[in-house]
T-cell receptor, first 112, second 115 residues
């Protein structure tokens, strides 16, 4: 596709369950980012993949959060044992090495 | 490490008046600066960027931003505001010459344009 695609667009899960969020970046983009945005607030950096380099995981809030990027393309963000404070919009973005990032529409996660 | 500050949570402007949304940054190397806009229930849209060269950069929807190295600022401006400019605006920075550098966003400024 022409843009960054995220799925699902909405996810409601019970507290304690695991969830997986998917991101399909723009074809050919070497960099991929995950951010979290709480209701109407700023963007909290989570993780950054750049080519074959080791990912920058410095923003992951706890060891319940992990992400992988397979074959330098699709990325999955996994949240284990979800908590209510994990409720937010999770945004994925991709870019070429030295250009601006293009964002997907996000996944709205609600933990009940 | 890099950081971005947007000192105003909200900016209110009358339609037709000029607007400014403030941003200051900190980066160890040379800055690569961005502005993004987020309309309600929409994803983030890229507005403009500064890499090198002319300190005044022009972007989408009539917006422009002025890079000031001595003040480490990158304020967003528009000569004449429209009601449709009402949205959430984010400033962002990365280290220009480090491919390992991630993009860090400010906390956002809500721009409200009254008719």
């Amino acid at each position: 596709g022409a843009g960054v695609s995220q799925s699902p667009s909405n996810k409601v899960t019970e507290k304690g369950k695991d969830v997986e969020l998917r991101c399909d970046p723009i074809s050919g983009h070497t960099a991929l980012y995950w951010y979290r945005q709480s209701l109407g607030q700023g963007l909290e950096f989570l993780i950054y993949f750049q080519g074959n380099s080791a990912p920058d995981k410095s923003g992951l809030p706890s060891d319940r959060f992990s992400a992988e990027r397979t074959g330098g393309s699709v990325s999955t963000l996994t949240i284990q044992r979800t908590q209510q404070e994990d409720s937010a919009v999770y945004l994925c973005a991709s870019s070429l090495t030295d250009t601006e990032a293009f964002f997907g529409q996000g996944t709205r996660l609600t933990v009940v | 490490a890099q950081s971005v500050a947007q000192p105003e949570d909200q900016v209110n402007v009358a339609e037709g008046n000029p607007l400014t949304v403030k941003c200051t940054y900190s980066v160890s190397g040379n800055p690569y600066l961005f502005w993004y806009v987020q309309y309600p229930n929409r994803g983030l849209q890229f507005l403009l960027k500064y890499i090198t060269g002319d300190n005044l950069v022009k972007g989408s929807y009539g917006f422009e931003a002025e890079f000031n190295k001595s003040q480490t600022s990158f304020h967003l401006k528009k000569p004449s505001a429209l009601v449709s400019d009402s949205a959430l605006y984010f400033c962002a920075v990365r280290d220009l010459y480090s491919s390992a550098s991630k993009i860090i966003f400010g906390s956002g400024t809500r721009l409200s344009i009254r008719p």
